[in-house]
């Protein structure tokens, strides 16, 4: 079975408990300092108006860099919003300069950098624990920005933040460059330091760090934007007004936990690992850096092949943690978690080259292992996107277990290259509600399939604090939500016939004869809602109902094995019967949705027909989730063929094989569909 969370919620910051313990009296003067200066800040911003005034050109404010309209979404779903981010044709709204938020995408650039150890979450004194400054300096090189990571996160005492300052001002020179140097630089190293114009940071990167570290700075090198427009003459309309993208200057920094690649558009800074791991106690520390606004590149949602078919292939509880991840209940040796599970991974694709991936949820190991999203978001989807396969994600239970809520972390997933996750409406429970239409390659470019994507949450509230909290359960708004659109889903001509099979001159036309005609005169063909399937992580009650019977020998419709628990939700909020039952291809006939997939239990990868509807479990794919000695890690693959009348399925093992196919739905399948029993 999943397990369920520890008593753990929210805070990604590890107990400190024993350190704070040995200097409790110093805490206490500090505190009592602390909130003495902090007060004194608080007060002397609102002093009055006029200070307000004098730092008004950096308060927040809405650039229009371009009145060309934003490109729009390239998914067919619902509460697709803007990305904010467009390749160079649309806008780019800016954000708050004082707000650090490494997914939004800057105009400004970066001032200095200093690093500044607390005894406090910065958060909780920004301006104590910031680095000193003046209102002369925060006019002209900008206010400093905590990076809101904490550098000591479980290496050292006490926290340890990078700032930075930013502006907007065409006349301070920006960062150009990063590099960390050990102190003190050796005579080759202050010479070359010296030569390029590189400037020390205030601060060391190791202050706190238990056992003691070697001291080393930022260094960091600037230039003049003047310069860098009369390099560029050409480019000099860019400024303000058409996409400038800074490709030069360094426009965020963040902070990477563990040895893998660092977020999309950022590169780790050079010279060498600010904290190397150190096994047994804690994953490498980095600082990593973007350089002006790359934009990830986007999927465009795949279409049919032309000979009909499309291949899915689903990809479950991942397990992934900063560092590597251990491995669980394998006898595989050696094994390291996170990395054999993304090479087998490799391997399975390759193989199976499918149109789409579908990570089912729980990407994220949550417990205290994925304590920082960012870092382990940047590599569980690596072996997808580096085969540049189009891919979609749900969230599973534990997902945002530690830190950043969900929304922060759909972000990320909409700013992964190949990425088609989506958040979804707003005002429907849960994020990463969504659908993709999936359409023909003819000119008729006629939708023929559709995929839904569903929240299934977390944890439900507990009703005593000494509970176990029970899983949660779909939401009556999605309900609502499943309805609306399966109801505004067009009804095409089945089984669809791709155009140009019989024109001449090999000219695709357009809407014909895929649509009926008018006098009915395409033989075999009738007007229904093309096929459907649906993901979400935790299965519904019904998953574990009997099996429908079909055949002659009344053989029951189920493959695969079940060997953990029930997984559900004790609450059945009407899912199955309200909404997936209740929303048909054509009039009170056959439901839309042919086949929900799940994740979730990792040593259930069953496929079972319950009234009609296929309930299938994948199975674990991960070496760093729980499983069972014996019990290979799989992958699930769909193969639609015969433009989206038949769905097959089988299992992909990690030793290659494959097993338990079946035919789920169209020629072959079992008959008898949506009679109860
Ligand atoms: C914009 O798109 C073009 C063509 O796809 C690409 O070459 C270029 O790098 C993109 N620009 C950015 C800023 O991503
Ligand atoms: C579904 O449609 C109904 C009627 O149009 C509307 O009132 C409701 O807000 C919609 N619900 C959702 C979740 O979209």
Redesign the pocket.
């Known amino acids: 079975m999943p397990r369920l969370a520890p008593d753990y919620h929210g805070h990604y910051k590890p107990p400190r408990m024993s350190y704070l313990r040995s200097c409790l009296p110093i805490l206490a003067l500090i505190l009592v300092i602390a909130f003495g200066l902090s007060s004194y800040s608080l007060l002397s911003h609102f002093r009055s108006p006029a200070v307000k005034q004098q730092i008004g050109w950096q308060a927040w404010d809405v650039v229009e860099m371009s009145s060309s309209k934003s490109q729009g979404g390239v998914l067919s779903a619902e509460g697709d919003e803007t990305q904010g981010v467009t390749n160079g044709t649309g806008f780019v709204p800016s954000i708050p300069l004082e707000k650090w938020d490494p997914l939004a995408l800057h105009t400004t650039g970066l001032t200095e950098i200093a690093v500044k150890p607390c005894y406090f979450p910065p958060y909780l004194f920004p301006s104590y624990c910031a680095p000193k400054t003046t209102p002369e300096l925060d006019k002209a090189k900008g206010k400093w920005v905590v990076v809101d990571r904490d550098l000591n996160l479980r290496t050292g005492l006490w926290y340890l933040n990078v700032y930075y300052r930013r502006t907007r001002r065409l006349d301070a020179d920006l960062i150009t460059d990063l590099r960390i140097v050990t102190e003190p630089p050796n005579d080759e190293q202050s010479a070359e330091l010296k030569e390029g114009g590189w400037i020390k940071s205030d601060g060391d990167v190791h202050n706190g760090v238990w056992p003691t570290q070697p001291e080393k700075r930022i260094w960091y090198k600037t230039r003049r934007q003047e310069a860098w427009r009369d390099d560029w003459k050409l480019r000099e309309r860019d400024w303000g007004s058409d996409g400038q993208t800074y490709e030069d200057f360094i426009t965020e920094i963040d902070i990477l936990y563990g040895d893998d690649d660092p977020f999309f558009g950022f590169e780790r800074i050079k010279g060498g690992k600010l904290t190397p791991a150190k096994e047994g106690k804690w994953e490498s520390v980095d600082v990593v850096f973007r350089r002006g606004n790359p934009v990830a590149p986007r999927a465009t949602v795949p279409t049919f092949h032309a000979d009909g078919t499309f291949k899915i292939m689903q990809i479950a509880d991942l397990h992934y943690s900063v560092g590597t991840g251990k491995c669980r209940d394998t006898d595989k040796q050696p094994c390291v978690g996170d990395e054999d599970t993304a090479a087998w991974l490799a391997e399975a694709l390759d193989a199976e080259q499918p149109d789409l991936v579908v990570f089912s949820g729980d990407q994220l190991n949550g417990q205290s292992t994925s304590y920082d999203t960012r870092s382990v978001l940047a590599k569980f989807a690596k072996p997808v996107i580096d085969r540049k396969i189009p891919w979609a994600a749900v969230f599973g239970n534990h997902d945002s277990e530690i830190v950043e809520d969900r929304d922060q972390h759909m972000r990320a997933l909409q700013r992964m290259p190949y990425s088609l996750s989506r958040a979804g409406?707003k005002?429907?429970d849960g994020v990463g509600n969504y659908y993709i239409k999936l359409h023909s390659s003819d000119g008729s470019n006629m939708h023929i399939f559709t995929l839904y994507f569903l929240d299934s949450h977390a944890y439900q509230k507990k009703a005593l604090p000494w509970r176990k909290a029970d899983y949660d359960y779909i939401k009556a708004?999605?309900l609502?939500?499943y309805?609306?659109v399966s109801a505004s889903i067009k009804p095409i001509a089945r089984p669809f016939r791709p155009d140009g099979a019989d024109d001449l001159g090999h000219i695709w036309r357009r809407h014909s004869p895929a649509r009926l005609r008018a006098d009915g005169s395409s033989s075999g063909q009738t007007l229904a809602k093309p096929n459907a399937m649906m993901w979400f992580h935790i299965p519904l009650p019904e998953a574990y109902a009997d099996a429908d019977v079909a055949g002659f020998d009344a053989e029951a419709l189920d493959m695969g094995v079940q060997l953990d628990g029930q997984g559900n939700s004790k609450h059945n909020s009407g899912f199955f019967y309200n909404a997936i039952k209740a929303s048909f291809e054509v009039d009170e006939d056959k439901s839309e949705i042919k086949v929900l997939s799940h994740g979730h239990c990792h040593n259930t990868d069953r496929c079972r027909r319950i009234d009609g509807v296929w309930m299938c479990f994948d199975g674990g794919s991960s070496f760093s989730g729980y499983g069972q000695l014996g019990f290979d890690r799989r992958v699930r693959v769909y193969r639609i063929s015969n433009y989206g009348e038949k769905i097959e399925t089988y299992k992909r093992l990690s030793q290659g094989d494959i097993i338990d196919e079946q035919i789920l739905v169209g020629d072959g399948a079992a008959e008898g569909w949506g009679e109860s029993q």
Request: glycine share 0%; aromatic share 12%; hydrophobic share 35%.
């Open positions: 409406p005002a429907v708004s999605q609502d939500w309805r609306n």
